[in-house]
């Protein structure tokens, strides 16, 4: 599960609009009246965060992520329809070509002829089980990619005595590295073997309907990396020019932390499309530095904004250019796949407060709760039909396998009569809704969410609910995840286009360690939850096993159970920002990450 990843961003006209932008915007970057190439192809644009790791193996924030899919293969990839597509891999496996079993446990991988490092050496089946041993070893937050795999959970075992919770990043990488390098049977997955040097056999434990789509996502466990680079610093490798290996189009030529990143273009690269830009240059600014960055942009110092995971721009900005002039036909409004939304304290009775449990007055307060709140006027309000829309078809953001369709989602709607006569059946004398507090992550439009919220409950159910802003996010979520609030804000941004991503990691037991409201989870996992749901657990563990035609009725029912349940209010679906100027031809953005670089050239301007 993607912990660090829960990018929590956030009508109808609103999103005509965006389509409309959308239309004439970045996304095909324009030929500003000529379709020669400039003489210098460079690529220059500005990120918010210094990198966290850039190792496949850990990697798991989207800046990390949405720059590295650029160095680092996997054996098959998303195109920017969200289609799979071979990359290291001569075909998508499926079970009409023979890739994949009758019986579904048994995959079958012939990789390209001719793949090599961006250091030239070549790529074998041999390094994409090393890569995959290796992911499984180090615990990392996406290792969970390849539990279906018969032995990752010995290999997951043998690794924690290197890689437990708190152990330090050397004893983890080096205690790995060198037990792989051993050859060490614990640390081998026994479902994973190379017979031949282009070829890769993955055994299942048990059926799995997800695992395709997620060994695809980029930059991650799926990833394949060079064994004969890391072991000579299974530390520091990645950050490293020249050692940071992978077969990717790009490689990494110099990087200053806090500062500045340059990536090249690999001389003679084996993959296609042939890449037309030759070299990357990245700026790390300050998070506070949006507003003079879109200066520098307007100014031509920077060729887009919005790449590397920071597809959210200060909304004056936004507002400023879309009302006329040069640029409005510059701006990309690509909706992506974050949802935001409410969670409630369920099932950590220890916490409290008049939600928790499954009696007709927590679950009839929970509701009063919702309809209480105008989610188009939300839209409207906070994010000027722009930068979000009100999330009206279920938790799973539109677009995406899942999504239940618009306005299908019956939390969503605004009744204030409803929700004022539940309050007085299960309050009537407002004791119970006393006191309450709305915790947040101060930042972003989540300061004006908030008041919103607060401005409906006492609009709307005469509630006065205080505001509890936390200035440190990782905190924030840190409490959350261990279900510290009865009311809090929260949300998702999806991983793969695979309902497993949100309904594995989100709710129920098999959510260990993420579900914030304890909704269906009976405390197995230690975390003091008693919210015991068997049908929703049961029903997960039957879509999970089955092709995603015969599972997405099982996840249509998940979202049912948490509709009925009143799990949580639904708030809104997230609209990235991209100022991209009409030169950079070929740059955008789908509803998961940045298309890739070897699809971009620079016009003649």
């Not at 090393?130 to 996406?142: F, K």
């Not at 190379?194 to 997620?214: H, R, Y």
């Not at 050692?243 to 084996?270: C, D, H, R």
């Not at 401005?455 to 005469?462: A, R, S, V, Y």
Request: hydrophobic share 35%; proline share 5%; with cysteine.
């Amino acid at each position: 599960m993607r912990l660090s990843k829960v990018k929590l961003g956030g009508m109808l006209i609103g999103v005509a609009g965006v389509l409309t932008v959308a239309a004439c915007g970045g996304s095909s970057g324009g030929n500003n009246g000529s379709s020669s190439l400039a003489s210098s192809q460079i690529l220059h644009f500005p990120v918010l965060q210094d990198p966290k790791t850039w190792d496949p193996g850990i990697m798991d924030a989207e800046v990390d992520t949405e720059l590295m899919q650029n160095v680092y293969d996997n054996l098959w990839r998303f195109d920017d329809k969200l289609n799979l597509i071979p990359d290291l891999a001569t075909t998508v496996p499926s079970t009409s070509n023979g890739g994949i079993s009758s019986d579904g446990m048994t995959y079958t991988v012939h990789l390209k002829s001719g793949v090599k490092f961006s250091n030239g050496d070549p790529l074998t089946s041999a390094d994409v089980v090393y890569s995959w041993n290796r992911s499984a070893a180090l615990r990392g937050a996406y290792a969970s990619n390849l539990s279906a795999i018969a032995g990752f959970s010995d290999v997951s075992k043998a690794g924690k005595q290197f890689c437990s919770k708190n152990a330090d990043v050397t004893t983890c990488r080096t205690g790995t590295e060198n037990a792989l390098a051993a050859h060490n049977p614990a640390f081998q997955m026994s479902g994973l073997s190379a017979p031949d040097a282009s070829t890769v056999m993955i055994k299942l434990a048990n059926p799995c309907g997800w695992c395709l789509t997620a060994w695809s996502l980029q930059g991650s466990t799926g990833s394949v990396v060079d064994e004969k680079v890391i072991k000579n610093d299974p530390v520091n490798w990645w950050s490293k020019p020249g050692e940071q290996v992978g077969s990717g189009a790009y490689m990494l030529t110099a990087y200053t932390p806090k500062q500045s990143i340059v990536f090249k273009q690999v001389p003679n690269w084996w993959g296609t499309p042939k890449p037309t830009l030759t070299e990357i240059d990245i700026d790390i600014k300050d998070p506070s530095t949006q507003t003079t960055n879109d200066a520098a942009w307007e100014q031509g110092s920077y060729d887009l904004i919005g790449y590397g995971g920071d597809s959210q721009q200060p909304q004056a900005d936004i507002l400023r250019y879309l009302q006329g002039g040069q640029f409005k036909s510059q701006v990309l409004l690509q909706p992506k796949g974050r949802t935001t939304w409410l969670s409630f304290n369920i099932g950590y009775p220890s916490t409290g407060g008049p939600f928790v449990g499954e009696s007709d007055a927590a679950k009839g307060l929970r509701k009063a709760f919702a309809l209480a709140v105008d989610k188009n006027a939300l839209a409207s309000t906070v994010c000027h039909n722009l930068v979000c829309s009100p999330a009206t078809g279920g938790l799973i953001t539109k677009g995406l396998i899942g999504y239940l369709g618009d306005g299908a989602d019956p939390l969503s709607k605004f009744d204030p009569t409803q929700a004022k006569s539940l309050l007085h059946q299960f309050d009537p004398d407002g004791t119970k809704t006393a006191n309450l507090k709305y915790s947040y992550n101060a930042g972003g439009l989540n300061d004006p969410v908030a008041t919103f919220l607060q401005g409906q409950w006492q609009t709307n159910l005469g509630v006065n609910v205080a505001l509890d802003p936390h200035p440190d996010a990782s905190a924030f979520i840190g409490d959350r995840l261990v279900g510290k609030f009865v009311m809090s804000r929260d949300g998702w941004q999806f991983d793969y286009n695979h309902p497993q991503d949100w309904f594995d990691n989100l709710w129920g037991t098999s959510a260990c360690g993420a579900n914030t409201s304890g909704f269906a989870d009976n405390g197995s996992c230690g975390d003091g939850a008693t919210d015991s749901n068997p049908t929703y657990d049961n029903t997960l563990m039957m879509a999970d096993s089955q092709p995603i035609s015969q599972a997405l009725p099982l996840y249509n029912q998940l979202s049912q159970l948490l509709i009925s349940d009143v799990a949580y209010i639904p708030l809104y679906y997230s609209v990235g920002e991209f100022l991209i100027h009409p030169y950079v031809k070929g740059a955008g953005s789908n509803a998961q990450a940045d298309f890739y670089w070897d699809e971009i050239s620079i016009l003649s301007h």
